[in-house]
Structure formats: C-alpha cells, structure tokens
C-alpha cells in the first residue's frame, strides 16, 4: 500500500517489466445503472486476464462512465485499466477526472481521443477537444512525474499511473501510422494497445519497422484481436469501421464454415492470431476485445495457452 492508504502499483505493469507477454481484456459499461449486470461480466475476465479496459462513451454512446464502472471493478479486486476520451471533457475536467480515478485505486488509463459525437445516439451533442490524445497522453505523465497541474501548479499527491495509447496500423495514411506511434510514445506512454488486427501481412509489416525505430524498446506494445462472430459482423466491419482492414481471404473463409459454424472459425482465427503474435518480435502482448462476448474469453485464453496468467507480488 502507498503513503496515503491507496493500492500501488499497476499488475499490469509488473507483468510487463518482469517480461511476461500480457493478456488484456476489454469490457463495455452498461447503458444504464445495471451494476449486476456488469459485475457478472467482469467474473468471466477474472484470472483470465491481467487487466480489463474499461470503455468510455465508446462510438459515442451515452454508458455509465469509465471512472464509475472501473472503481466498481476495483471493489470487485479486479484490475480496470481506465479509458478517457478527449471528445467530452476540456482541461479542468480531465485533470479532476484522473485524479479521481487515481484516488478510487484505479492505477491504469488509456489516453484517447473518442469517436466524434455524430456517429453516436446524441449526434447534436458539443464536442470539447480542448486537447487532443497526444497532449491527454503528456498532461498524465506531467501529473505522474512531475507532480504538476498544466498551470505548473503542485499536486499534493501525484496521480502515479500506467500511462497507455492506442495505435492503429491500417488507418489511412499508412506510411504515416508508425511516426504517429513514434509520437505517442515520446510523449509518456508506456504502453500500446493497437486497433483490431486481421490483416496480419499488413500487420508484420507495422511491426517490423516499429522494431527497426526502436519503438517496441521504449513502450510495450500490445496486438488487438477481436473474434469474428459472422460473415455479417466481417463484412459490416469491412465496409463500414473506419481504419479496419479485413482481407476478402478472411470473409471467404468464414463464409465456408461447415454447417454454419461461422463463430467457431472466428474464434480459431483469432487463436491462430495469438499463438503468431506470441512469436513476433516486438510485441510484448494480446488486447482481446470480445465485444459483447466476454463469456468466450476463458475458453479462448485455454486454446490460445495463455493460462495460467503469473502471479506478481
């Protein structure tokens, strides 16, 4: 425990440093106050995974906010890694909102910039974007480090948290994709989580040069996988997610699974995925988002041999 009473540390972390390739998992709060509902997800991810990502107002749905549903995880002694979107909050509010989730034991955040409010359920709402990821991801490490407010003020009890970004290797344009990692990276974070992956050609190539800059011995870097549940969910992702690259190869394979069995060749993809990216260099783990489908994350961690997970003091 530190000085002021709080849990130290992040567990996530402590697995990274002590060279362990990491397994984390995803899970969306609920559109509403269901707290039993939440907990029961949250069981199916418990040892499974070495932390949870806890959305906020993920495509610009109104859910119960990351802070909230993150300090309920950390009361159930799970491990939030606590996401933040730029889009709704301006300085004042992002700086109080970490020192509070700070000050609820919550010890991972992810810096982001959100999705714009025109593709949610409230498109008339106001964006704020009175800083942009680049600067979230700073302004923590300023708060961390340095124990200083934006205005140079000093904070009484610095916010000492694991400060990660997202990365997405297939948006456009692509040559431009790993200086934009590069960026995040000089500006404080200490870990990357990348966007869905299933072009994996594409996806070699990113980590090549990632390993060629240098980049995956200043940060760890973690590989996104999201099952495919249906030809319908690939195809909709293909056409429709901005920044996804889904091969035809992969929407003719799931087309031709025997007897419809589409979910279970999704899940072996994304195992086959696992087992590669456990082998590629500069890679130091898996962020699995199994969107709404956290009941299928222990069966595919057993497939995938990514249990037990290690145990650090």
Known sequence: ??????????NLEKILKAGHFAFTGECGPPKGANVEHLKEKFEHLRGIVDAVN?????????????????A???????????????RDRNRLAIMADILGAYSLGIRNMLCLSGDHQQFGNHPEAKNVFDIDSMQLIALVKMMRDEGTFMNGEDIDVPPKLFIGAASNPFADPYEFRIYRLANKID?????????????????????????????????????GVTPMKSTRMAQYMAKKVPGIDVPESLIKRLKGAVNGKQAEEGIRFAIEQIEEFKEMEGLAGVHLMAIEWEHKVPEIAERANML???KID
């Open 1 to 10: 425990m530190s000085d002021n009473g709080l849990k130290s540390g992040s």
């Open 54 to 70: 806890i959305t906020d107002n993920q495509t610009a749905v109104v859910r119960m906010s990351s802070t909230a549903a993150s």
């Open 72 to 86: 309920i995880m950390v009361a159930q002694g799970l491990e939030p890694n606590f996401q933040m979107v730029c």
């Open 187 to 223: 500006a404080g974070a200490d870990f990357i989580q990348t966007q869905c992956i299933y072009n994996m050609e594409r996806f070699r190539d990113f980590m090549k040069r990632a390993v060629d800059m240098g980049l995956a011995e200043k940060a760890y870097i973690l590989a």
């Open 308 to 310: 037990p997970r290690p």
